[in-house]
């Protein structure tokens, strides 16, 4: 509250001038009024004969409608009925006198009370300017907070799911500034965790790979010494049945070993995650507008075109994160191994399946490598002076195969299409 003194103490002089405002508009409706009254009522009463009614029309043309009273009468003295005239609000007594001055009567002015139109139209000033602040303080409430807000909103829940392809724009608003920093430091913090996790399960999966290769040498041996000792190959061909258990009994432990040693040498996927697609409708406009929002700002400041091309419209039904979950990790190393001369996504629909179509120029990969880049933990010939762990295609790959589909990657002359083909549940 302390930071925002200024603004208190300028709201408060803001009432108050125009209170002293409101109020010197009221006295000076008051007094006009009263003034423009007094001229008429003088005029009129001069005008008015003793003996005879003057012609007051040209009086009444000088005037307005608010300074000519409602009623006028004239009471004469000799008539006996002065003792009616007055005693009423907004009434006026001006005496009448003959041409020796003698006072002969009276004419009674009766007006209209203005009090209540005068407080209407100063109230209707005075909500106006008190709610001129509320109505500015709405809109910098809307453009400062709700604005920005409604805007960083999904960030969170992006970064959550590893949506975030670049951090929030840095802003010199006092009220998001801290908040967009904290943010960007904790999107930093996850990627160099998970940066930290790749680099950990790859040790762990080479860990392993080495102790089950260490392990088959062994086992295989174990496996022969053991077919000799049941076969009798040190006993001359004559095997103790005692030793020919035990030698079987070996053996068959071998065996369940060297095969636990296969199953971890052949089932890398059992250290990554396992995705549940949440299939739901949306338009394909929803994936140019996020897959913008996340890199076309970022390739503008690294000068590289980026273009989205959409065939129509239509309605996709499937999992829009793990889409874009997907093209991330393409575009992500279009950025990383392209040259920078153009990233091009292309979406399109043919019969019941959506194509995403990621396509860059930049060093290629030896077309011989091509099946296994969606290996994990594989990184291609480009990747030296590059990071990256050799998990992102892998689990895109994962991803694809969760959603019933593929994908396939080609390459010619100097450029890299990374193609993506998913059934439209």
Not at 36 to 59: E, K, Y
Not at 124 to 143: G, Q, T
Not at 349 to 378: A, H, K, L, W
Request: charged letters at 25%; proline letters at 4%.
């Amino acid at each position: 509250m302390r930071r925002y003194y200024k603004y208190w103490i300028f709201l408060f002089l803001y009432y108050i001038c125009w209170g002293l405002i409101i109020f010197s508009l009221w006295k000076k409706l008051s007094v006009s009024e009263t003034g423009n009254r007094m001229a008429f009522m003088n005029r009129m009463t001069n005008q008015i004969s003793i003996t005879s009614n003057a012609d007051v029309t040209p009086l009444l043309r000088d005037f307005s409608d608010k300074d000519i009273p409602e009623k006028i009468e004239v009471f004469y003295e000799k008539d006996g009925n002065l003792k009616n005239v007055g005693g009423e609000d907004n009434t006026y007594l001006f005496p009448l006198k003959d041409k020796d001055g003698a006072v002969e009567g009276f004419v009674v002015y009766k007006y209209k009370s203005t009090v209540t139109k005068n407080m209407l139209f100063l109230a209707e000033i005075s909500a106006f300017v008190f709610f001129i602040p509320i109505f500015i303080a709405v809109f910098m409430i809307n453009k400062k907070i709700l604005g920005p807000f409604q805007e960083f909103s999904d960030y969170p829940e992006k970064l959550s799911k590893g949506l975030v392809s670049d951090g929030l724009p840095e802003t010199k608003s006092r009220l998001f500034g801290r908040y967009v920093w904290g943010m960007n430091m904790l999107g930093d913090k996850i990627d160099e965790d998970k940066r930290e996790i790749d680099r950990l399960l790859f040790d762990r999966k080479q860990f392993i790979s080495t102790l089950a290769h260490g392990i088959k040498t062994p086992v295989s041996n174990i496996k022969l010494y053991s077919e000799a000792i049941e076969t009798g190959l040190y006993r001359d061909g004559n095997p103790d049945p005692k030793d020919s258990e035990i030698a079987a009994k070996i053996k068959k432990n071998a065996d369940d070993i060297a095969e636990l040693a296969g199953k971890i040498l052949d089932d890398p996927g059992s250290l990554q995650s396992k995705y549940s697609p949440e299939i739901e409708n949306f338009y394909l406009d929803e994936i140019r507008s996020r897959v913008a929002e996340d890199f076309q700002n970022r390739c503008n400041v690294n000068n590289i075109p980026f273009a989205i091309e959409l065939s129509g419209n239509p309605l996709v039904n499937s999992d829009i994160n793990l889409v874009i979950k997907c093209l991330t990790q393409f575009i992500e190393n279009a950025i990383k191994y392209g040259d920078g001369t153009g990233i091009r996504l292309k979406c399109f629909r043919q019969d019941d399946m959506m194509f995403y179509s990621v396509i860059n120029n930049g060093v290629t990969i030896d077309s011989r490598e091509i099946p296994y880049v969606f290996n994990c933990y594989y990184r291609g010939s480009n990747s030296y002076n590059h990071e990256g762990s050799g998990i992102g295609l892998y689990e895109a790959k994962s991803i694809v195969k969760a959603l019933g589909g593929d994908i396939i990657m080609k390459i010619w002359e100097n450029t890299t299409e990374v193609l993506m083909y998913i059934p439209d549940n």
